[in-house]
């Protein structure tokens, strides 16, 4: 075994496709495909599934991956220490349903790298897609919410998954509206004022089901619905045509300006909001210092994170 095979594991795991990882390490696949089987051969397992579909992790494999990474790190760290090399470019990835606060502890994160090379990635993606993402060591962590209607079923999916979930903190239901909106003025909303008004929801594709819903209340029959595919034309929609969303209530005017407001929703619901990791990855230093950054802005915003977050 050498660094540079466990460094090639980490790229194939990363592009998902030996022959997308070839092209990024400048060599051939043959040469990719040979170093791979040499490593299987070695430690006398199967990292990789194959089939005509492609190439996925098996469970030797994930485990594998895992202590890949630590090895690696570590060898970073004591690289820096005694033969003062620079850091490696530091990658992580992390995938979530389409939270402001969740951008904006990205965005404070990264402007505070001192590390002259960096990949991270911020996948806002539907909600089958981020338990697919972790799951398959695409990203490290993903956020997103459980409640009374979809826990059982969430849940289920990921202990099949082999996932674990870990609650960050509950929120009470808003809704996101314009400034404008005639109903911006009230200091509580009812599902019964929203009704002349569209609901903006973020479609799921394929996983269209009621339990993957990123808003909450999504079984209540509405004469008005748009789905859309980003947060920033559902925005646009909240401001030009008087729609209305379901939320955490946690926005950052630095980011999102003040043209969308939060207000309480009169519910007896509420949001367990949190992350799922994949306990056979360590975790980077960068997705670490992304949930402490997570941590301190929903204190900034007067919630309580969970105990065990």
């Known amino acids: 075994m050498t660094l540079q095979q466990l460094r090639y594991i980490i790229t194939i795991v990363n592009c998902g496709s030996i022959s997308e990882a070839a092209k990024q390490l400048y060599i051939t696949q043959p040469s990719l495909s040979n170093a791979v089987k040499e490593l299987e051969q070695e430690y006398h397992i199967s990292i990789f599934n194959r089939t005509s579909k492609g190439i996925s992790l098996s469970p030797d494999g994930s485990e594998f991956l895992s202590y890949a990474r630590q090895i690696l790190e570590q060898t970073d760290l004591m690289e820096q220490h005694y033969l003062n090399k620079k850091p490696l470019k530091r990658i992580c990835s992390i995938s979530t349903q389409h939270y402001a606060f969740a951008v904006n502890a990205f965005v404070n994160l990264v402007s505070r790298q001192e590390h002259d090379e960096y990949e991270f990635t911020l996948r806002e993606t539907r909600t089958y897609e ?180």
């Not at 490290?140 to 289920?156: A, C, H, S, T």
């Open 130 to 309: 981020i338990i697919e993402d972790v799951k398959n060591f695409r990203s490290e962590l993903g956020i997103l919410y459980l409640n009374d209607f979809n826990e059982k079923v969430m849940k289920k999916l990921f202990k099949e998954s082999g996932l674990i979930f870990h609650p960050l903190f509950e929120a009470s239901p808003h809704v996101f509206i314009s400034s404008s909106h005639p109903l911006s003025l009230r200091e509580l909303v009812t599902m019964e004022d929203l009704k002349p008004f569209p609901f903006l929801a973020f479609e799921q594709g394929e996983n269209n089901s009621f339990y993957f819903s990123e808003e909450i209340l999504s079984t209540v029959p509405r004469k008005k619905i748009i789905y859309v595919s980003d947060r920033a034309t559902l925005f646009n929609l909240l401001i030009g045509l008087n729609g209305y969303t379901i939320c955490s209530g946690i926005l950052n005017s630095n980011l999102n300006g003040d043209n969308i407001i939060a207000v309480p929703l009169g519910t007896s619901e509420h949001m367990r909001i949190g992350w799922i990791t994949n306990p056979k990855v360590h975790l980077s230093s960068f997705a670490e210092n992304y949930l402490a950054e997570l941590k301190r802005l929903i204190r900034s915003n007067g919630l309580t994170v969970c105990n065990d977050a």
